[in-house]
């Protein structure tokens, strides 16, 4: 004795619903703030750059309350981050989020030494000095 056809399609469905809980990140940017200070290739600051950008990348999907701030270990050029999600969100969707905002950041404030990308779901910044959450840009 089975179900009705309609019946068995919406226990389907309602299974689903809650077996696979999440959100899809909205990546819309807000604001691309750019400090109008400027860094040229080959520039120690670009390699802290690079370092940072890709721990907050890693590390804030997976900490806790999506909050992440950190600092490059090169004393060279030391460059600071610090990157949010949305709490709403899955691991993974965190990290699709501030990929976006990544490719939102360099992609309006190239070779720049501070920028804030703000999108609705996540935000990342990184300046060349240290900064708190109450600074601009």
């Not at 806790?64 to 949305?86: E, L």
Request: with cysteine; net charge negative; charged share 15%.
């Amino acid at each position: 004795m089975g179900f009705p056809p309609n019946t068995s399609l919406i226990l389907i469905t309602i299974f689903w619903l809650f077996i696979i809980p999440g959100s899809i990140p909205n990546t819309t940017a807000i604001t691309a703030l750019c400090n109008m200070g400027m860094y040229s290739q080959g520039d120690p600051f670009g390699i802290s750059l690079d370092y940072v950008v890709a721990e907050l990348e890693r590390a804030t999907p997976m900490s806790k309350n999506y909050d992440f701030f950190n600092i490059s270990p090169f004393p060279n050029a030391f460059a600071y981050g610090h990157a949010t999600c949305n709490l709403n969100l899955t691991n993974s969707d965190c990290a699709t989020c501030l990929g976006a905002a990544k490719m939102t950041m360099f992609g309006t404030c190239l070779s720049r030494i501070g920028v804030r990308a703000m999108l609705q779901d996540c935000t990342i910044r990184y300046k060349q000095y240290p900064f708190t959450d109450e600074d601009d840009g």
